[in-house]
């Protein structure tokens, strides 16, 4: 199952990174809403991007003065954040969230966010335990995902509670790929958050921004009345 993820990251790589500035889904729905869970000030923070793709979010998140280490599976992902952030391009490693953060010593960041990537991995308790590892005392976790509920009714899923692996074709990145992922309940989005040290702060059913209804207006009524994603701040508490 990785690597048909990492497989299919690799082909769609480039056409990612070209379209992340401006695809509605990214944004003018999961980067807005992700983005409004960090403090206003993060000048100096130092903020590991989990999953980084192409390093969008490492741009604006350097952009505010805060010092980023970013890590994906896909070296090609990694090639183009270094590009895309080429004043920084030490701070991007080929890296596998399925792996222990070795590469991190205890208590090193404030922020760790990992924005639409988990729902490539199975089971969270490890990553969230690494997570915890990695930030200092009362650091906060900033994640985005696949939201359950819209995963169960788009797979026409007759077992909710059962994690289940699924795949679907992905048309919007030129060539038609097949992406795999695995769906899970709202409990077991929640429960490896909670079972490893971290308090939930803030819980966003995100809405699309007013640019997407321009943009993609029927993607706009979609998200309007129907989540997609969601958006968690959690805080490190032991
Ligand atoms: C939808 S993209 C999101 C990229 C970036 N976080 C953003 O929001 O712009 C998902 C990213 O997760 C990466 N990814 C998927 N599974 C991974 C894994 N097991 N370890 C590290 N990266 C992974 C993919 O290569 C891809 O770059």
Request: with cysteine; aromatic share 14%; glycine share 4%.
């Amino acid at each position: 199952m990785k690597n048909k993820i990492l497989k299919t990251y690799e082909k769609i790589a480039q056409s990612y990174h070209k379209m992340i500035d401006y695809k509605p889904h990214n944004a003018f729905y999961d980067r807005p809403n992700t983005l409004s869970l960090f403090p206003e000030n993060i000048k100096d923070f130092e903020i590991l991007d989990a999953a980084c793709g192409p390093g969008k979010y490492a741009e604006i998140l350097l952009s505010q003065g805060a010092h980023i280490t970013g890590f994906d599976f896909s070296p090609k992902m990694v090639d183009l954040a270094k590009k895309r952030n080429s004043n920084h391009q030490e701070n991007f490693f080929v890296h596998n969230l399925n792996d222990p953060l070795d590469l991190f010593n205890d208590q090193k960041f404030d922020i760790v966010l990992c924005a639409l990537a988990l729902d490539y991995i199975q089971d969270w308790h490890a990553v969230m335990g690494e997570f915890n590892r990695v930030l200092k005392p009362n650091g906060r976790l900033i994640i985005s995902t696949t939201h359950p509920f819209f995963d169960h009714l788009y797979f026409k899923s007759k077992k909710y509670f059962k994690p289940q692996a699924v795949s679907t074709n992905w048309t919007s990145f030129g060539k038609g790929v097949k992406m795999h992922s695995f769906k899970r309940s709202l409990h077991d989005t929640i429960a490896p958050i909670t079972e490893n040290g971290f308090y939930i702060e803030k819980f966003l059913e995100p809405k699309p921004t007013v640019e997407m209804k321009k943009s993609d207006p029927k993607t706009y009524k979609k998200l309007m009345n129907f989540p997609s994603f969601l958006c968690i701040k959690a805080l490190k508490y032991s």
